[in-house]
């Protein structure tokens, strides 16, 4: 059985019957999902679950307290003592740490988001598959190399691509991940 991280934009407070659909796949074949504490697309997913009495879930958080639990499952706390508690840093620690515990991804995108955007890259860089569910297209899109995750990007306008690259250093990381891949295949 796989553990799937689920995460998505904080801006998504509503799951699209088509994400719906994914999770109870992934809930019918009892695999386990790995789930973040945030409000938004978290604690959707969270609520979701719970709804379903399913009991397959893990829920991650920076620090010593998830903000959400709604189905009273098994909680990882995450060290974040080193970063300032509520910063960037802060939660991006636990989604780290849910990028190596997963198999895959299944990502809830808004098109701007760069949480979300960061998810799949960390677990691209572990060479994990991700499918991505673009809300404003209403459509997937599987991530599971630099290509692909540039064609994600195309769905962003330019201003949330600028944001992108000022916090994510998004070229720099193309850049890291291509020459990963390449290394993959020399």
């Known amino acids: 059985m796989s553990k799937i991280f689920v995460a998505g934009s904080l801006s998504i407070k509503q799951l699209d019957p088509k994400v719906r659909e994914r999770i109870d796949n992934i809930v019918q074949g009892d695999h386990t999902v790995i789930v973040g504490d945030a409000n938004g697309a978290d604690s959707s997913v969270q609520s979701y679950l719970s709804g379903k009495g ?9 620090g010593s307290k998830p903000r959400n639990n709604l189905g009273h499952w098994p909680v990882i706390c995450v060290d974040a003592a080193h970063v300032a508690p509520g910063s960037r840093a802060f939660f991006t620690a636990k989604d780290v740490e849910m990028a190596q515990a ?12 760069t949480g979300t955007l960061s998810n799949v890259i960390e ?3 572990r060479k994990k598959t991700t499918v991505v569910f673009i809300n404003k297209t209403r459509s997937f899109q599987t991530v599971r190399d630099v290509d692909q995750l540039e064609l994600l990007l195309s769905v962003m306008t330019e201003p949330a691509l600028r944001k992108a690259e000022e916090k994510l250093r998004l070229r720099r990381e193309i850049s890291q991940l291509r020459h990963q891949q390449a290394e993959m295949f020399a």
């Open 123 to 125: 677990l691209l860089r």
């Open 102 to 113: 997963a198999d895959f991804g299944l990502m809830i995108w808004d098109a701007r988001s």
């Open 54 to 62: 399913a009991a397959g879930a893990v829920v991650y958080c920076s």
